[in-house]
């Protein structure tokens, strides 16, 4: 038997679980930073079924992300 390779529904669970461990509430704004990937995907669809407000940030200068998070009044991000 080989192992089995988590899909993007098991990847999905783990972000609603880790987002209500972390006490991120609905309508908050949380800023997922990391390319498009399984793994931000599943975080982006996650924190939409939870209500937040997402803002995905793909690779940035440092200050233009800053200026970025900034304009949409981030409060909470992830790094992926």
């Not at 991120?24 to 209500?51: H, K, N």
């Amino acid at each position: 038997d080989q192992p089995r390779s988590r899909g993007l529904g098991d990847v999905y669970k783990r972000q609603v679980r880790d987002l209500r461990q972390h006490g991120i509430v609905r309508g908050q704004v949380l800023a997922v930073l990391g390319d498009y990937a399984p793994g931000p995907v599943a975080l982006i669809l996650a924190a939409l079924a939870e209500g937040l407000v997402v803002v995905p940030v793909a690779s940035a200068p440092d200050e233009a992300r800053a200026e970025m998070l900034a304009t949409a009044e981030v409060l909470e991000s992830v790094r992926l």
